[in-house]
């Protein structure tokens, strides 16, 4: 990972208005600052689009603004092979994305994305600010397994997801999967949501999402 090029992405993508750089330090993988009083950091992320052959690295931004429950905004950049870098918090960037569905780009980590950055309630903004619970949980999550869902979150009840599915139909590709947003209201809460996504065959992405499960608190 380029530090330097990773900074200049988050100066122009991520930055608010007056926001100087303070007191960085880089590591192979990773680079943290403060800017005034919140905390940067970007880390290679650990998502299943890094291995896509034309995507060089894939990086998550925390932003932690207060010390504050679920304060803590995520923010996704691409960096291609040939320089393009994409803004994944940008919704009509995420939905052009959905093009290469049927091309060079797993089902599995499209849907990764989505739940990572688009579970919160606000998506309806051109850019999506995702929050988390701490610096320490994701803003979102794809439910993959039953099983390890229902041993992650066992005061909630495992029939209510499923598995991704993916497949194709009238040219494009069709994802069916569930996410969930894990945050703090004084117990441990979790909202969980079901996703029908369709994209590829020469157009962009389009979305449904409903709510199966709301504000299940836990002790």
């Known amino acids: 990972m380029e530090a330097d090029r990773v900074v200049a992405a988050i100066e122009r993508y991520v930055f608010q208005s007056g926001e100087e750089i303070e007191s960085r330090r880089d ?21 299943l ?24 905004y995520t923010y ?17 960037t995420i939905r052009e994305l959905g093009r290469r569905l049927d091309v060079d780009l797993d089902p599995l980590a499209y ?7 688009y579970s919160v309630k606000l ?9 988390a619970a701490t610096t320490l949980h994701r803003a979102g999550e794809l439910v ?9 979150y066992p005061w909630v009840d495992a029939a209510l997801v499923a598995a991704p599915a993916a497949r194709r139909e009238d040219g494009a590709v069709v994802l069916e ?23 590829g065959g020469g157009r962009p992405a389009s979305w449904e999402r409903e709510y199966v499960a709301e504000r299940l608190e836990h002790i």
Do not use: K
């Open 27 to 47: 590591w192979p993988d990773a680079v943290v600052f403060h800017a005034g009083r919140h905390y940067y950091s970007a880390r290679l992320a650990d998502w």
């Open 49 to 72: 689009i890094g291995w896509e052959s034309w995507v060089e690295y894939a990086v998550q931004v925390v932003v932690s603004r207060t010390f504050a429950d679920n304060d803590a």
């Open 76 to 92: 996704g950049l691409l960096f291609a092979h040939g320089g393009e870098v994409l803004f994944l918090n940008d919704v009509a």
């Open 111 to 117: 849907a990764e994305l989505l739940s990572e950055l």
């Open 123 to 131: 998506i309806d903004e051109p850019v999506v600010l995702p929050n």
């Open 144 to 152: 993959r397994d039953v099983n390890a869902f229902a041993a992650d």
């Open 177 to 199: 999967f569930f996410s969930c947003h894990y945050y703090i209201t004084g117990l441990r809460a979790l909202d969980v949501l079901r996703w029908r996504v369709s994209g």
